[in-house]
């Protein structure tokens, strides 16, 4: 069975400095795995993916993650916070039988400090 | 593409009434799936469609609740004789290409009274 665990329920970091958002999963077969942001009253949009192509994923508004299967982590990167990236942040794994439903992490909160 | 539209956004129902909600997905997507999440939690699975045929029921689907996809277009959420416990944003997603990712529509947060 597939699950995902998100190291940390809050992060602060202040406007330009990296950000860090840590992942990790656990299953049975190679895993597909996607970040998604939520920011309030919106629904859940994607960042980004991988699907066992590239390790080093690139993703949308500067963001990127790497696959690293020895660590089982995906962790999730920015080089320089904005104000515009507070939200929620969910680590998802996809279940790969016929319905590709998706596991949710518990999310992480991002707070950036002007 | 508009993409995913859910209506109500709100709805605020008393205990014991049944309620509907409403999904259109992206016109072109085969995929449909339902999700629930409560506060401070992740998003959970409910239920899959592929077209107009339900594949998968999660068991957070109890019998109170009932999901339809009519000729393969929108879907419906029904859950009857609401408890406090519904209470959740609930969450409608579709796709074509399952490595793609999911498109979410922004989701009808229900209260119950």
């Known amino acids: 069975a597939q699950s995902v665990t998100q190291l940390d329920s809050h992060v602060s970091v202040s406007e330009g400095t990296p950000v860090l958002l840590r992942c990790n999963y656990s299953?049975?077969?190679?895993?597909?795995l996607f970040w998604y942001v939520q920011h309030p009253n919106k629904g859940l949009q994607l960042l980004l993916k991988?699907?066992?192509?590239?390790?080093l994923v690139k993703g949308i508004n500067g963001f990127e993650a790497e696959f690293k299967k020895s660590e089982t982590s995906f962790h999730l990167t920015k080089p320089s916070a904005h104000m515009s990236d507070a939200a929620e942040y969910f680590c998802?794994?996809?279940?790969?039988?016929?319905?590709?439903?998706?596991?949710f992490g518990t999310g992480t909160r991002l707070k950036v400090l002007a | 593409d508009t993409g995913v539209s859910q209506n109500p956004r709100h709805k605020i129902t008393k205990r014991g009434q049944n309620v509907t909600f409403r999904c259109d997905p992206i016109?072109?997507?085969?995929?449909l799936y339902w999700y629930r999440q409560t506060l401070g939690q992740g998003p959970e699975f409910l239920t899959y469609f592929q077209n107009e045929a339900q594949l998968e029921k999660s068991r957070l689907l109890s019998d109170r609740f009932s999901a339809e996809r009519p000729k393969g277009s929108f879907s419906t959420l029904e859950i009857q004789r609401t408890e406090q416990g519904d209470s959740a944003m609930y969450l409608c997603?579709?796709?074509?290409?399952?490595?793609?990712?999911?498109?979410f529509g922004s989701g009808t947060r229900l209260t119950v009274v």
């Open positions: 997603a579709s796709t074509q290409l399952v490595l793609e990712g999911y498109t």
């Open positions: 998802v794994v996809s279940d790969r039988s016929g319905t590709y439903k998706y596991i």
């Open positions: 299953s049975s077969y190679s895993p597909s």
């Open positions: 016109s072109e997507h085969n995929r």
């Open positions: 991988y699907t066992s192509a590239a390790t």
